[in-house]
């Protein structure tokens, strides 16, 4: 290792984690308080939306992508890619039979 | 951050390697594909909750009233200052200072525990009203004014005892309910209005303070035992995995600056952490 001495290695300084932390434990409480608000249909979008800032905080400076490689970040971010196909194609699907579904009758889920 | 002296890995850099830095950023990469496919792996049971909500929403307004908003934030909480000590942790690593690695790791495991105590909690009064998954899903939500006798019953019974201690308390309501979805299921569904987000019948639920219960409502606790059980699980295992990282410390492991171990565990304690983000939103909050 003597032979490679520059610094490949990001360490965090306190003060940085205990930013984060209190920007996380800010989330926490805004996300808490924004469900026991009625804004309809706006609700999960919000909640989702403080829950990705959350996501991003941890990401970027808890796991260190900030100073990493970007490649690691891509592969992070393709799985969400991935996901985000398989959820979005399942719900696509899901509604297209919507109109066929008998109201309170699903065989098969019950016990 | 000015630190950058003890920057190398401390660790003998294999044949393979052209230096300490391909190796550590490999072990890195291999992180962060397993760290996918754990995303993945989440992913199926986040596409059920996402398929069963949009077909049946009212399932879901309904379940997330018997979970407690404020334990779920207390969990959250708690993941996240162990978040910020297992960080800590692979600061402490990387600068040497043993006896705060070993600290830290002893706080993130007991952050760890204190979620599972947590859960375990929630779990225990889940399993005491029958608020289970499908098959088991056997709702006796009244607070039946517990005489000592039944809590013991009830713990150590296997399913048919339970289902004897609840039919006897609960038989009237649950006889008509019974009925009532027995006709549901095989009359005209064109009787019946979207059940949607709309406001449970409080005149209805007066009696007993329950509110109506939508058809399938154990599909939300199928969900959210799979779901919370699965990130539990994980909880346990980064438990185990910061055990190890702590015999490392003892053995000394750490004392050339090597830190790889610790940064990979913290990078999967930190995915766990953040899943539980979610599920704290999509099953407590709605």
Known sequence: MSDHESSFVHVSSVKLLLIVWVALMFGTWLTVSASNIDLGFLNIWVGLAIATAKAVLVGLFYMHLRWDKPFNSFFFLGAFLFLFLFIGFAMMDSAHYQPDLIPGYSPGMGD | ?286
């Open chain 2, 1 to 286: 951050m000015s630190d950058h002296e003890h920057s190398s890995d401390g660790l003998a850099v294999e044949h393979h390697f052209e230096n300490a830095d391909q190796q550590y950023q490999s072990a890195k990469l291999g992180m962060w594909v397993f760290l996918a496919t754990e995303i993945l792996f989440f992913g199926g049971l986040f596409v059920a909750y996402a398929v069963y909500r949009g077909n049946h929403p009212e399932v879901f307004v309904f379940g997330h009233h018997f979970l407690d908003k404020n334990l779920g934030a207390l969990n959250t909480v708690i993941l996240i200052c162990s978040s910020l000590t297992a960080a800590w942790a692979v600061r402490a690593a990387q600068l040497r200072q043993i006896g705060m690695l070993k600290l830290m790791i002893l706080l993130t495991m007991l952050f760890a525990f204190g979620f599972m105590g947590v859960k375990a909690f929630e779990y225990n009064g889940k399993w005491k009203h029958g608020l289970l998954w499908a098959g088991q899903y056997d709702p006796h939500l009244e607070d039946h004014g517990e005489t000592s006798h039944d809590v013991i019953g009830e713990e150590f019974a296997e399913d048919a005892h339970v289902e004897i201690v609840n039919e006897e308390t609960v038989v009237e309501a649950s006889e008509a309910q019974t009925a009532a979805d027995a006709d549901r299921s095989t009359i005209a569904p064109a009787a019946e209005g979207p059940a949607g987000l709309a406001a449970p019948d409080s005149a209805a639920a007066d009696e007993t303070g329950e509110e109506i219960e939508p058809a399938n409502a154990q599909t939300f606790f199928s969900i959210y035992f799979l779901m919370t059980g699965l990130h539990g699980i994980h909880v346990l295992g980064g438990i185990g995995a910061f055990a190890w990282l702590l015999l490392c410390a003892r053995r000394g492991d750490f004392d050339s600056g090597h830190f790889t171990r610790v940064d990979m565990v913290a990078l999967y304690w930190h995915l766990v952490d953040l899943i539980w983000i979610y599920l704290f939103l999509l099953l407590y909050l709605i």
